[in-house]
DNA sequence: GGCGTTCTTTGCGCTGGATCAAGCAACGGA
DNA sequence: TCCGTTGCTTGATCCAGCGCAAAGAACGCC
């Protein structure tokens, strides 16, 4: 066993697919991967190809993101390490519903339709490992359904940025960062507004002091305060009487 | 054999959680079950409850809904015959996320979470097929996600009754008739908008003979043409040039 | 058969956000 | 260092759809 296999071996440990697999089996896990390396805006995949494997994220971050026929884009998630995405083989789906997109130089392993189907046949516990993630994605999904059918665009951005404070926060001087380019097109994609829309929320959040931001980048000042807009009850319900 | 247990081998045949299982096994599983009777507008089960049993329509109808601490709610989907709901036991959740309510009087086979994770590990087919039909869900729901980010109002209302004529459509007289009672407020409700915008665009339809409704019922007269509102691109795209 | 309840329709005014249109700022490649 | 590109801001306008209100219409219960 070379210190490099084990070095694979750790970082697929907190993978939860494969939770429950012991160190041999995780081997031969890695074994089948294929590793794949991939810098800023490079793609993976892309809406419609068919599809030939399912990935894990090892470092880095990928968006996956839907174009419809009438041109408008939306912005299905974020995947940092240890997610899943294009796993459409583990359920048998044809072609990918997205495109997957590097958003910082990133590395991912991948296994194709064959090893997948063989992996999860000879360990049972992949396969109800990969219907408890798959249901989390649902339960999740169904959230922000639920958000965009019900609540107002503001509410929606500040939800969105508490959703990537808890992916991919990370704590500096003046707050907690975003840890990725994100900009304002991006944020508008996410949550099913307009860029210019999404610029003057920030702007006027930015005038309070409860963000800092840049070009492709934003800083929570005071998250607290963005929760409770986030969790507002708003013009619907029964705020400040 | 008795004939009755025959009787309900077959209903299970139809159910694609159990495919690929012999009359014996679909035997030992209609076993399991406990057959459940509701009538109209009764309760199977509310959203928050402590997840026990997954369900199977057998006949009949019923609505998920979803209603959120802001008081809005949401329709989450209709279940007909064959279909599953309150699947979290499948994925080890916690509660149900929704409310299952009859919407007509209907009956249905359950089972308890134990013996859910038994069948699920003495017929490793069944988790397969289980992660199969989430993905299908989970492709369904991120479909009418895109829809509910970029189109507007008359397309969605238009795609959701497309979809309910695929899933609950009956041929009569006058054209296609949605099988089940169906409001305004339903509707509204199906597609994230408000009971008054929905009775303004199916008045305006019935003004163009597309459709004939009354209270609770929906028909519609020309579906090819309901069809091409749901699919036009609309002003954002490049019809008719 | 009368009556309360539940659905539906429709008018009207308002507004959240989309759309249109400039112009500015920051970055990165040559 | 300069220049082209990409991203951001901000004003002005417009309108789809919401909220409110009030009045039918169909049902089902007693």
């Known amino acids: 066993m070379a210190p490099r296999q084990d070095e694979r071996i750790r970082l697929l440990e907190g993978v939860r697919l494969f939770q429950g697999l012991n ?11 294929k590793r794949l390396e991939r810098k800023r805006n490079a793609t993976l995949f892309r809406q419609g190809q068919e599809a030939t494997r399912f ?10 993101s839907q174009i419809a ?13 240890g997610e899943l995405f294009g796993c459409v083989p583990l359920f048998g789906g044809d072609a990918y519903p997205g495109t997957a997109t590097a958003v910082t130089h990133c590395t991912s392993l991948s296994w194709d ?39 107002r665009v503001e509410q929606r951005v500040a939800r969105a940025l508490v959703r990537l404070v ?13 840890d990725f380019p994100l900009s304002r097109q991006d944020l ?14 920030l702007s006027a959040w930015e005038d309070h ?7 492709r980048r934003v800083v929570i000042r005071r998250p607290h305060d963005l929760v409770t807009i986030a969790e507002d009850l708003g013009p619907g319900g029964h705020t400040k009487t």
Chains 1, 2 share one sequence.
């Open 69 to 81: 026929p009438d041109g408008h884009q939306i912005i299905a998630r974020y995947a940092g390490s």
């Open 55 to 64: 990935f894990v994220v090892l470092d880095g971050r990928v968006r996956i």
């Open 209 to 215: 002091e409860l963000i800092a931001s840049g070009r």
């Open 166 to 178: 808890g992916q991919a926060g990370k704590r500096v001087e003046e707050g907690v960062l975003i």
């Open 188 to 201: 508008a994609e996410l949550t099913g507004t307009t860029l210019h829309t999404v610029s003057r929320i």
């Open 23 to 33: 160190a041999a089996e995780l081997s031969e896990v890695v074994g089948a991967a």
């Open 113 to 151: 339709r064959s090893t997948t189907a063989r992996l999860m046949e000879r360990y049972p516990r992949v396969a109800v490992n990969a219907l408890h993630l798959l249901g989390e994605e649902l339960a999740q999904l169904r959230g922000r359904y639920q958000e965009l059918a019900t609540q």
